[in-house]
């Protein structure tokens, strides 16, 4: 009996690996908004704030334009660990507190195609979580204690 259910586990097909490649459809179009920075520039960002668009992130997206963010609003003050898993673009990751004052940056994460992906978390509890083109940081000076205002988009009138 013992030899039948080693070799009946031997068959066993293993779990599938989650995917990697994009999904099939393209993802739903997010809600926009701006984000005033210290330097004056005004970013158009998309606002992820479901779990499932928190999740997705940039994953997929072969560019963000220099004028682009994704902005994640991430519902409760805490140490908001992100990673680049199936990201194709390398991103500057900007942690802000519920005073919208940057807490903590990353600059320059590259991609990560391949498991193990390294997360990357704050030194101090954030509410949002800024991602912008690599180099954005440090191109309009962004630093600790800068604070950064939201403005939501006007929402246009459903026909």
């Known amino acids: 009996m013992?030899?039948?259910l080693l070799a009946l586990a031997a068959f066993r097909p293993a779990a599938a690996a989650?995917?990697?490649a994009p999904p099939l459809s393209p993802p739903p179009?997010?809600?926009r908004g701006e984000l005033a920075l210290p330097s004056g520039k005004v970013l158009q960002v998309e606002l992820a704030v479901t779990p499932e668009q928190i999740a997705r992130g940039y994953m997929?997206?072969?560019r963000v334009g220099r004028g682009e963010g994704m902005?994640?609003?991430m519902g409760e003050l805490g140490f908001?660990?992100?990673?680049m898993k199936n990201c194709r673009v390398a991103l500057d990751i900007v942690w802000l507190d519920e005073a919208w004052r940057?807490?903590?940056i990353e600059r320059e994460v590259p991609p990560c195609a391949a498991d193990p992906c390294p997360g990357y978390a704050p030194m101090q509890a954030a509410l949002y979580v800024l991602e912008i083109r690599a180099g954005g940081a440090g191109k309009e000076g962004l630093?600790?204690?800068d604070t950064l205002f939201y403005h939501a988009a006007a929402r246009r009138p459903q026909p």
């Open 2 to 4: 013992l030899l039948f």
């Open 18 to 20: 989650p995917p990697s």
């Open 29 to 31: 179009r997010l809600e």
């Open 60 to 62: 997929f997206r072969s």
């Open 71 to 73: 902005l994640f609003f």
């Open 80 to 83: 908001h660990s992100f990673w």
């Open 102 to 104: 940057i807490v903590h």
């Open 143 to 145: 630093k600790l204690g």
